[in-house]
């Protein structure tokens, strides 16, 4: 195709492919960034906690009875709660702790381990019953907890703790870590390391979503007490029906909320998933409009220009001849479009990272960018194309 | 060179049916200057977009330079106005856009020619015209009579067998009308055949053979007929059509 | 000669409906995302007191860990809140024109068994600045009074919602309510106009709606209260009694003052530098000085409030309307070009070029207004499909006066931007050069 005769041409119509031009770039540089954002929210969502989350309910149960403030009153209705819940047909396991997978927080502690020379952060949450069971954990080294972990005398403080594998090469590097000693920052209660979880995640602020310690016992008091319950698969619902009335026939004088693990993670997740729809709408829209925009500028140069394309028609030229003159003037426009796009694409980057905490460009979306814009402007222009091709060459003829 | 027999040729809308081309006969020799006349809506130009082969036909034969050209694709028509055919047009059809070597360019460009031999062609064109140094003016910076003299060039540079001309005079006056008639002689001269449509006298008589048109037809002025009256709406629909 | 401008503007935009549907649908869409995530952003940027968040003032002190920052990968971070015994300290200056420690305590509400079974409360506890502080209107009463606080007594100030689900609305003023195990009298009852889009007075638990009830922050040691948000600390308790629970390191008290004046704010500063000076003397604040006592607007982006994304949303939107606009520009350019003819004669019937000029920019205007008001009922449902996607309990999402002003003030700045480069093409042509053709 004659590109020089074309460009030269181009000249004269600067403020059309101008706007085309601009149009197309900033279309990249939003597209491109849009993706990526979109891009950063899935990572985040990609984590896995390490649980069986679909079939993890929770039930909470806020005593108002006067007679929750007695401690051996709160150890009979604990307890009575755990094995009405275990004999819930469906029920795999049940635990009563003070951890939620996807809350997206919990509680955490400062503390010292033996051989490592800082202090360090991590989650801790005490937990009483089959902790393992209710989460679907998987255990890397060691074993879960026993009942006797757990003393007798609720002012004695447990011997022993789990970790996560992740904490665990933070303390101790890969070596199996059964026997070692973590402390709070005192250096009072010891707590001896008697299982590692093979795989754990909650978020949590200041990057401390990977680590965690448990220990088992007493993970209530007289302000209420908190059950994971794992269900058998597809169980979740009957389950969920069944534990506020399982839970009243226990002991009344408490209010009770009961919900799954998903819809925590849902709710855990909602802002990531608000940004992935508005930004794949904002996409979608704006290569529309683009298209739109490229396709209504071209059909108003081909209706202006019917003479020309008469003439040109006249002077010998084919149908295809005028469908790739079209095309060709197209393909310059865009592809000046996108070279500018690109820059604009890393400017806007540059420019989000530096105000905000958004990730940085990869390249390859760059590519698929400007593959998916270019492709988008070569769809765009085929109708006015083809409308030009059927100018009729004695167009020419006329004089008006 | 060019010949037609019985070609006719009906513009159709909803409700009426123009008859633009009836029974229409012409023969053309190679070299030969030839000059349609007409009032409006006689069919003049309607014959000249079939010649040019801008328009297709109804029924009747063509034949051009030898070949019949009555049934050939869109493709195979653009081929030919292309290499075979020059056009010169009342309103210069000049593309806006492109200056004038670039307006000369244009069929070149389509004929798929190389650089050279483009360049060549163009040049030596436009020094037949005189306008060798306005080369990288655009159109809306020459009078009336240049621009009309770059599209003689850009028939020029075409080489072309047979030149179609439609009012070349119309939108000049008599001094700039005159250069371009000396132009159009002096072609036809080095053996170009030159079809023009006009309805300026003065400019017909310039061409060897002056041909009538009048109702889609080619009429015989040695034996005159009696025209039938004439349909008034196919009058005014012709006029419409050009 | 306006409203003829008008005419002629409809008139013309009638005349070809598919085009006219592609500018108006070009203009709302662009106003529609750019409204939408603007609104979102807005929700979170919004002064909530104007004219006083700037005299309003949050206190931190570090009083953390020597060994170790309160984040321990930023060593100028210093903790959220503030301990019980440093807030009592504070609350002993008298610069402050009105001034509340403040946290947020769980209780259980005993309603009368026939309006409905028990149901938990998040409460406010604070001071009785706190009311005329934060600007909070009243349908019924006030808050209480300073010897409620010196006393304490056991009052509340209660919301509508709580009003509604403590005593079935009305004026419950002088009524009283169970609160776990004591009896508390109505005070107050808060305006149903006080719905501000999150507790804009507390950034430590996220963008949630304020508690539904307000009590005297002194019940705190009588009733043994631990707080029911966040609770940061580093160091171990003397001993589990409460009173080494009050005493102790642990952060969980946060803390406003009101500084009208520079000078008061300066008094502020000293004084407080002043108390963390001396505690130094006792073995306290072991880490360098570190005092932040910061204004409203300056807490709320040091909390960082609006969320990144909702940052980089309105940044793209805007965008996305320029994408707009000069699609707008294209198609109002070949719109008017295609006009020539008409204008040249308008031209040659005596028009100015500034007429031709003001008649386009008029058109363009319509566009605009048009296009802009379907754009802005648009953003409305876009933001009540996102308020439906977004969890309860948090901000409340909606468009307010200043946002659909914004939008307005947006879609006529498109339409007048979009307009100006076409109108001044089609007014440069000149009068007389069409007619010789025609």
New interface residues.
């Given amino acids: 195709m004659p590109i020089g005769p074309i460009v030269r041409a181009m000249k004269h119509n600067r403020t059309r492919f101008a706007l085309i031009i601009f149009e197309i770039a900033i279309t990249l540089a939003i597209v491109t960034n849009a993706v990526n954002m979109i891009l950063a929210q899935r990572e985040q969502m990609k984590k896995t906690s390490g649980f069986d989350d679909d079939n993890i309910l929770w039930a909470s149960a806020v005593p108002f009875a006067p007679e929750f403030k007695e401690q051996s009153y709160i150890e009979n209705v604990v307890m009575g709660d755990l094995r009405a819940i275990r004999a819930i047909p469906g029920v795999k396991a049940v635990a009563a702790t003070g951890f939620l997978p996807w809350q997206g927080g919990g509680s955490s502690g400062t503390m010292k381990a033996e051989g490592y020379p800082d202090k360090f952060q991590a989650q801790t949450y005490g937990a009483r019953g089959d902790l393992l069971g209710a989460l679907g954990a998987k255990l890397k080294y060691g074993r879960a907890f026993t009942e006797n972990d757990t003393p007798v005398d609720p002012n004695e403080s447990t011997k022993v703790c789990i970790i996560s594998s992740k904490l665990s090469e933070k303390l101790w590097g890969k070596a199996n870590p059964i026997g070692r000693v973590i402390t709070s920052t005192e250096g009072q209660t010891p707590r001896t390391v008697v299982g590692v979880l093979d795989e754990f995640y909650n978020p949590y602020s200041w990057n401390i979503g990977d680590y965690v310690r448990f220990t088992p016992g007493r993970a209530y008091d007289g302000t209420g007490s908190f059950y994971l319950i794992r269900s058998e698969p597809g169980a979740s619902k009957s389950v969920a029906d069944a534990l506020e009335k399982t839970l009243v026939k226990v002991n009344a004088g408490r209010v009770f909320r009961v919900g799954t693990v998903p819809q925590v993670k849902e709710r855990y997740f909602s802002g990531n998933t608000l940004v992935i729809r508005a930004m794949t709408a904002v996409i979608v829209v704006l290569v529309f409009i683009t298209a739109l925009g490229i396709l209504g500028i071209t059909s108003l140069a081909v209706a202006e220009r019917t003479k020309q394309i008469g003439t040109r028609r006249a002077l010998g030229a084919t149908k295809g001849d005028i469908l790739k003159h079209f095309l060709t003037e197209n393909w310059i426009v865009t592809s000046i479009g996108l070279f500018l796009g690109i820059i604009a694409t890393y400017a806007l980057n540059f420019f989000l990272v530096s105000q905000l905490t958004d990730t940085k460009m990869p390249w390859y979306l760059v590519g698929v960018g400007v593959v998916l814009l270019w492709l988008n402007g070569l769809v765009a222009t085929i109708p006015p194309a083809l409308r030009a091709a059927s100018v009729s060459p004695a167009i020419a003829t006329r004089t008006v | 060179m060019l010949e037609m027999k019985n070609i006719k040729k009906v513009y159709r809308t909803d409700t009426i049916q123009t008859h633009a081309l009836e029974d229409f006969s012409l023969l053309v020799e190679s070299g030969e200057f030839v000059s349609v006349m007409g009032p409006s809506g006689s069919g003049k130009t309607t014959f000249l977009n079939v010649a040019g082969l801008l328009d297709t036909f109804d029924s009747g034969t063509y034949i051009l330079d030898g070949k019949d050209v009555s049934k050939l694709s869109d493709s195979e028509m653009s081929r030919i106005r292309n290499r075979a055919i020059g056009f010169v047009f009342q309103s210069f059809n000049l593309i806006p856009d492109l200056n004038v070597f670039d307006n000369v360019d244009v069929p070149l460009r389509y004929r798929g020619l190389g650089a050279a031999d483009r360049k060549q062609r163009i040049e030596r064109a436009l020094d037949l015209v005189g306008l060798s140094s306005r080369a990288k003016h655009l159109p809306s910076q020459l009078s009336g009579g240049q621009q009309q003299r770059v599209a003689v060039a850009r028939v020029l540079a075409g080489d072309p067998k047979l030149i179609l001309a439609d009012e070349p005079t119309g939108n000049l006056d008599s001094l700039m009308a005159r250069e371009i008639m000396d132009l159009l002689d002096r072609i036809n001269a080095s053996g170009t055949t030159i079809v023009m449509v006009t309805h300026s006298p003065e400019c017909a008589v310039r061409a060897q053979r002056q041909i009538h048109v009048l109702d889609g037809r080619v009429v015989d002025l040695e034996t005159p007929r009696i025209s039938l009256a004439r349909n008034e709406v196919s009058a005014g629909m012709a006029s419409t059509l050009g | 000669m306006f409203l003829y401008n008008i005419r002629i503007g409809i008139k013309s935009l009638r005349r070809n409906p598919i085009?006219t549907a592609?500018l108006i649908a070009?203009i709302a869409?662009g106003i529609c995302?750019s409204t939408t995530?603007i609104a979102l952003r807005h929700i979170y940027e919004a002064d909530p007191l104007p004219g006083k968040s700037d005299k309003l003032f949050y206190v931190r002190l570090d009083n953390w860990?020597p060994?170790?920052a309160y984040?321990?990968?930023d060593p100028k971070s210093l903790p959220n809140m503030i301990t019980y015994r440093d807030m009592r300290a504070l609350m002993q200056s008298n610069i402050p024109t009105r001034q509340s420690g403040m946290y947020v305590a769980?209780m259980?509400a005993?309603p009368d068994p026939k309006i409905g079974?028990?149901?938990?409360v998040r409460i406010r506890m604070c001071f009785n600045d706190f009311f005329t502080m934060f600007n909070i209107p009243f349908q019924y009463g006030s808050g209480w009074d300073k010897a409620a606080d010196a006393k304490p007594e056991q009052v509340i100030v209660i919301n509508q919602d709580q009003n509604q689900k403590m005593f079935g609305g009305g004026n419950s003023v002088g009524r009283t309510i169970r609160l776990?195990?004591r009896d508390y009298k109505v005070v107050g009852v808060i305006g149903a106009e006080w719905k501000p889009a999150f507790r804009f007075y507390d950034y430590n638990g996220g963008t949630v709606p304020p508690e539904g009830v307000f009590m005297p922050f002194n019940l705190t040691p009588v009733l043994q209260l631990?707080t029911a948000a966040n609770s940061d600390g580093?160091?171990?308790q003397a001993d589990n009694t409460y009173e080494s629970f009050l005493q102790s390191e642990q952060t969980w008290i946060e803390y406003w003052a009101e500084l009208p004046t520079p000078e008061k704010q300066q008094a502020f500063r000293d004084y407080v530098t002043n108390y963390v000076v001396d505690q130094k003397k006792h073995g306290r604040f072991e880490r360098p000085l570190h005092i932040e006592i910061t204004s409203m607007p300056q807490t709320m982006s040091a909390f960082q409030i609006v969320?990144?994304?909702v940052?980089?949303?309105s940044?793209?939107?805007l965008?996305?309307l320029?994408?707009?606009s000069?699609?707008l520009?294209?198609?109002l350019?070949?719109?008017f070009?295609?006009r020539v003819p008409e204008v040249s004669v308008r031209r040659a019937l005596g028009a100015s070029k500034f007429q031709v000029f003001w008649q386009h920019v008029v058109e363009c205007e319509l566009v605009g207004i048009i296009g802009g008001a379907i754009g802005l009922v648009l953003s409305i449902g876009t933001l009540q499909l996102?308020a439906k996607?977004?969890?309860q309990n948090t901000i409340t999402i909606g468009l307010d006066g200043e946002m659909v002003f914004v939008s307005i003030f947006l879609s006529l700045v498109a339409g007048l931007l979009a307009g100006l480069?076409p109108s001044w093409?089609v007014c440069t042509i000149a009068p007389a050069m069409q007619l010789k053709?025609?």
Avoid at chain 3, 117 to 120: A, E, I, Q, T, Y
């Fill in positions: 085009l592609l070009a869409l995302v995530f860990d060994a170790r984040n321990a990968d769980g259980f005993h079974r028990p149901f938990g776990d195990d631990n580093w160091k171990n969320p990144p994304t940052k980089s949303m940044i793209v939107s965008l996305f320029i994408v707009c000069l699609n520009v294209g198609l350019l070949g719109k070009l295609a996102i996607m977004t969890p480069y093409r053709v025609q």
